[in-house]
């Protein structure tokens, strides 16, 4: 005579397996993700109809005034070429202009980049909502 044999149990998932991934993903994300600095509260961007998806990092911030800015200290062009220096990050600028900066100003601005050493200036805005 044969006996049935009692069906198997079937295991139960391990929850804590998946909350350590979930974990070192968290964790993962955290240190590989690049942190970016605020923008300045003072500078309204120009908008763009076509503009690359890209954070500004550390910029040079130019005010509606024609001030300049870096992490939200005042700064000349020469402190700033030199913090670049310093960084090693080369002679190319990220400027962000406030969208009411006359354009006279910002020819200025750019002019004196490059005067002081930079090799590129690039303009960053912000993409139009439509």
Same mark, same amino acid.
């Given at each position: 005579m044969r006996i049935a044999r009692p069906p198997e149990r079937r295991k139960s998932e391990g929850t804590i397996a998946l909350i350590n991934v979930v974990f070192l993903m968290l964790i993962f994300? @955290?240190?590989? !993700?690049?942190?970016?600095?605020? *923008? $300045?509260?003072?500078?309204?961007? =120009? /908008? &763009?109809? *076509?503009? #690359? !998806?890209? /954070?500004?990092p550390d910029a040079l911030f130019a005010t509606a005034g024609g001030q300049l800015r870096l992490r939200g200290r005042a700064v000349s062009v020469e402190e700033f070429m030199a913090t670049l220096d310093q960084a090693g990050a080369g002679a190319s600028v990220k400027l962000a202009a406030d969208r009411n900066l006359p354009a006279v100003y @910002?020819? $200025?601005?750019? &002019? =004196?980049?490059? *005067? &002081? !050493? =930079? #090799?590129?200036?690039?303009?960053?805005? /912000?993409? =139009?909502?439509?």
């Open positions: 994300f @955290l240190i590989a !993700g690049t942190l970016t600095p605020p *923008l $300045d509260p003072d500078v309204a961007l =120009a /908008e &763009a109809q *076509l503009a #690359e !998806g890209s /954070e500004p @910002l020819i $200025d601005i750019v &002019a =004196a980049l490059k *005067l &002081a !050493g =930079a #090799e590129r200036v690039h303009i960053v805005t /912000e993409l =139009a909502r439509q």
